[in-house]
């Protein structure tokens, strides 16, 4: 009996020794263990912090591409607001990409962040350092074709559309106004247009069923703001054509213009320092032709700037030319122009409009009358108002130099 006892504690004395001996071997196990999921957890948090940080960034930068503006200073300053982690190695903002799939180069922003963080346990394996790096592609990509944009940029209304309107466009109208109100339809006016996008809001109103309403997009750019500002500095003649008159006009300076009967317009660009004026028993034809209202001596001379005001009643046909510098542009109104003055395009039924009217700092009312053909047409000012009746397809010959434009969206694409 005395023996068996002996044995038996023999046998759990020997099985302590066991666990210790066990204990001892895995215990490096279980500390590198340890210091792996510390390390792990580290790496993780910053490789997110990093990622969000780079697809902010890129975001950014796409965002300032589309608006011609800093893409460098852009997405540095979005990357070191979201940071959150220690930088060692300078930011690599790539505009154009470089690396990647995405559909333009030219149109999109890469970021690569890295930085070596020193991880405890890590770091004693691998003798120094860990490299961890985040990467992010962002693209414009386009959102929809415009032949209409107010490139207001205030707390009001870009796209008032009311009255008795009927606005039937084969293209989508934006505002760029960050107003809650940016395009309204109101009163009696029936809008078949999509999309119908604003910077701000774009309530309910007088849309055709299935009209896509996108609200707080992307501003859109200036189509044309690549167009040179004109530079006359001589005086330019009168051009007056009375009710019972028919003159054929050349290209060239004219201090004003009051059509009131039939003008036809040879092929060329008319600048216009004065106001021009087209009563309602006028004929005015023309192809191939712009239009600039400016004035001489324009950017010391802002408020002299010339506008347009073409009667209801008058027949117009007019077209702009497919080459050269104002290619597709049918009238354009200099930019430096004061906001305080009005335009008012009109017309009756059998007048035609081809190319695009550009009226950056003044307000653009166009009032049609239907059936009057405006298949090829595109509207860019600051404000456009309509009043009338207009059906624009937007169905452009093909050598025509006038189009749609397109609009915009960010996408991250890696």
Not at 23 to 32: D, H, K, S
């Amino acid at each position: 009996m005395q023996g068996a006892r002996q044995l038996l504690r023999r046998m759990v004395q020997d099985r302590k020794g066991s666990v210790v001996s066990m204990t001892a071997l895995m215990m490096p196990v279980l500390i590198g263990a340890a210091g792996m999921a510390s390390d792990t957890i580290q790496w993780t948090l910053t490789k997110r912090m990093m990622q969000r940080a780079a697809d902010s960034g890129a975001v950014a930068g796409a965002y300032a591409l589309s608006q011609s503006a800093d893409v460098q200073a852009a997405a540095t300053n979005d990357i070191t607001r979201n940071g959150g982690f220690r930088m060692t190695v300078n930011p690599v903002i790539n505009s154009p990409a470089r690396s990647g799939s995405f559909r333009d180069a030219a149109s999109a922003v890469e970021v690569i962040l890295a930085t070596d963080m020193d991880l405890p346990f890590t770091g004693l394996v691998m003798d120094g350092p860990v490299r961890v790096s985040a990467r992010a592609v962002a693209e414009i990509v386009g959102n929809g074709d415009y032949c209409v944009l107010a490139l207001e940029n205030t707390n009001t209304t870009g796209i008032p559309i009311g009255g008795n309107a009927t606005v039937n466009l084969g293209c989508g109208m934006m505002s760029n106004a960050p107003s809650t109100s940016s395009v309204i339809a109101s009163g009696s006016s029936y809008v078949t247009a999509s999309p119908v996008a604003a910077v701000g809001g774009v309530p309910p109103g007088n849309y055709a069923p299935g009209t896509e309403r996108q609200q707080y997009a992307l501003p859109l750019r200036d189509p044309y703001r690549n167009l040179p500002d004109p530079n006359i500095t001589v005086n330019g003649s009168n051009n007056n054509v009375g009710s019972n008159q028919t003159r054929t006009l050349n290209p060239g300076t004219y201090s004003s213009m009051d059509i009131q009967g039939t003008a036809v317009l040879l092929p060329g660009t008319y600048f216009i320092t004065g106001n021009m004026r087209i009563g309602s028993k006028a004929r005015v034809t023309g192809a191939g032709v712009t239009l600039v209202f400016t004035a001489r001596n324009a950017a010391s001379n802002t408020g002299s700037i010339a506008t347009i005001d073409i009667n209801g009643g008058a027949t117009i046909n007019l077209s702009a030319p497919s080459t050269g510098t104002y290619a597709g542009i049918l009238m354009y109104q200099d930019r430096r122009a004061s906001t305080m003055a009005t335009n008012r395009i009109n017309g009756n039924s059998f007048s035609s409009f081809q190319g695009a009217f550009y009226f950056p700092r003044q307000l653009l009312s166009f009032n049609g009358t239907s059936g009057m053909n405006t298949n090829c047409v595109q509207i860019v000012a600051r404000q456009v108002d309509w009043r009338g009746n207009t059906v624009i397809n937007n169905v452009c010959p093909p050598a025509s130099g006038a189009s749609s434009f397109k609009g915009t969206q960010i996408k991250l694409v890696a």
